[in-house]
């Protein structure tokens, strides 16, 4: 499904992430299981490995509930040729493996997305929020480190980091099956930043599973299970297991395709790589309605550009020509409006809308947009929010939805646009819908108060633009 095996997959054509060390910044790794240990250097600490738990220790699972990391490890880097379980989708790679999820600590896990940057190519981090439709902002430290690891890992070509989009797609479900409650990967603050690329998931037919967020923040689908079929890759005390699932197991995959690219260009920086892997995704499950196609690029807010496809991604970046010569740096247009008189958000009359005026931004070719967003409301669930474009592309960035953390009559909070722990702009979004458009020109902010009962106001919004000229 990935296009890595096989006469015609990325294998063939030379590369098995050889010379490329992906980090594992997770609860636990079993460095030592048979499939990982030929690609995990012990004596490197605390640079490929270290343990928060208990320093100068490997970072092996203490409990045994601590299966995750192990598992994400294998789908990709587990070593090939050694008849054991199975082959990572860079089965070549060096390991580096961080526990920085085992002592709860924020401060461990902003470390490890900053530890031995130079040498670390790709940062795979299977976890994010909690899948509950509630908006969960990242922790400072966090936004600090990837900003930081961006600009300077890598020599200056910029840390690589990989994270799930989510699986709150239906976070609830009726005792038919049906879905309840579902939500956007653009309410969880880990995933909608610029320098983080969100990875969806697809099943063994290509479409979405139940869990699956949508998100204008998402860029490629890497391979996972649904209720029927698992992905099959190893366990901790050196066994394995086929029933690993959600965007945990797909994220991982698109972490070793990122780990081919770099075996084979060293030299692309990280903007290069979020480039690669959107223009050479494979639009999967075509027949579904969300498909638009804008500036050579197919997106849809299920699947981002697509399925990552790893034989067309390494074949792409043998002849491509880094943007911007090489800079980690993008071009930035910021622009943003406080209102004298709040608009008024009520489900009983037309969505409010507002528009900001881009025509002096010299950016062509969009690779990132920040939306922020401050309101106050009596039910957050209710606001549905769109940024459309001057070339009227739509970027759903908030739907609609109601949010029972406990599963009782009552409905929970869904957060607040205007949290006294946020930023004074409030909320920020992410999108990458854009990818390619020109900048310049009037984008519109238009947000429906789409549920009965409640009512609000809106008090101000910003976009920031980041691309090249």
Known sequence: DLNVAGPAGAWALGTKGEGVRVAIVDDAVEVVHPDLTPNFDATNQPASYYNYRFPGELPLPYYFDEDHGTSVAGIAVARDGNAIFGAGVAPRASLGAYNALATGRNADVADAL??????TGVYNNSWGSPDNGVLNAAEPGFVTAIET?????RDGKGSIYVFPAGNGGC????????CALSENSNFDGYVNKRGVIAVCAVDDNGRAPYYAEPGANILVCGRSGNARVGITTIMPQGTARSNFNGTSASTPMVSGIVALILKERPDLTWR????????SARKNDPDDAGWT????????????FGAADAAAAVALARTWTSIDGGSPVMTSCEYSRNFALPKELDDTKPPATDRLDASGCGITRIEFVEVRFRATHDYAGDLRIELISPGNLVSLLANERVCNLDNDTTADSCGS????????SGWQFGSVRHLEEPAAG?????VTDAQGGDTGT????????????
């Open 293 to 304: 196609t804008n500036f050579g690029l197919h997106f849809n807010p299920k699947y981002g």
């Open 114 to 119: 900053r530890r031995d940057p130079k040498a």
């Open 171 to 178: 976070y609830l479900q009726y005792p038919d099956g049906s």
């Open 458 to 469: 809106w008090a101000s919004w910003g976009l920031t633009i980041w691309g090249r000229r």
């Open 442 to 446: 009037v984008w519109t902010l238009r």
């Open 272 to 279: 290069d790589i979020r480039l690669i892997l959107a223009k």
């Open 149 to 153: 690891g961006i600009l300077s890992g």
């Open 417 to 424: 646009y205007d949290d006294p722990s946020l930023p004074r």
